[in-house]
């Protein structure tokens, strides 16, 4: 909204928002509030100290003018933020990232990989990274970094299937860099030089990994790793 930032700068008041912004539409409990808020050690008073908290989160939506006066609601047994998903990114994001998964599934990796380009431009920086998180909000951010992650995956798989290997190699080797036990950003890395005409590239690339995974943790790459340099090898014969 014009860039300004809106947030709550209250920490239990922000963490408040955002725990009914996760549940969208859907009422959160009160039992659920205490234990995101103060986890194993609520104050004596705590239901009054949580209604004190909603009571500035209410004030804080009427004083910037952000939706009408009813859209934070008592509802039994705690509260409902009604508001469209619509309006938040992660909703969209995951509405995204279904339709993505559907397109490759139809065999339409080209929209796929549009679609998955879109939904992971909504991410702006880690999952809850300006709220302090107890531990709902704390998995939440967890499972929303591994969809991040899922994503970012099946979009890559979608411009490879499209033809677009030879623009992913870079991008590959910096995540690969990032991720150096990540065995399917290796194998998407290995499938893109392969593509490219660079396998040779792509096998030394899984004997290093081999040799790594041996020597740090005793394992051998895994199956689909092992399947991709058995198509690279007999590439040519």
């Not at 409990?29 to 009571?55: A, F, G």
Request: aromatic residues 6%; hydrophobic residues 40%; proline residues 5%.
């Amino acid at each position: 909204m014009n860039d300004v930032d809106y947030a709550p700068t209250g920490p239990k008041v922000l963490q408040l928002l955002a725990l009914l912004l996760m549940r969208a539409g859907q009422v959160v409990d009160s039992e659920t509030i205490i234990r995101e808020l103060w986890s194993q050690h609520p104050p004596r008073s705590v239901r009054k100290t949580m209604q004190t908290y909603v009571y500035h989160l209410r004030q804080c939506i009427e004083r910037n003018g952000l939706a009408g006066s009813d859209v934070l609601r008592t509802r039994v047994p705690g509260y409902v933020f009604k508001v469209d998903p619509e309006q938040i990114d992660v909703f969209t994001f995951r509405r995204m990232f279904r339709r993505g998964r559907d397109l490759m599934a139809d065999g339409r990796p080209a929209e796929a990989a549009k679609t998955l380009r879109a939904a992971l431009a909504l991410w702006t920086g880690p999952a809850m990274s300006n709220v302090p998180c107890g531990p709902v909000l704390s998995a939440y951010a967890v499972d929303l970094e591994e969809q991040q992650h899922a994503a970012r995956y099946l979009r890559i798989q979608a411009e490879i299937d499209a033809g677009q290997h030879w623009d992913l190699i870079a991008e590959l080797r910096s995540l690969v860099t990032e991720n150096p036990h990540d065995e399917g950003l290796h194998g998407q890395l290995m499938r893109a030089l392969g593509l490219s005409g660079r396998r040779l590239e792509a096998l030394e690339m899984y004997r290093e990994l081999r040799a790594k995974l041996n020597e740090e943790l005793g394992l051998e790459p895994c199956a689909d790793l092992q399947r991709l340099q058995q198509e690279l090898l007999s590439v040519g014969r």
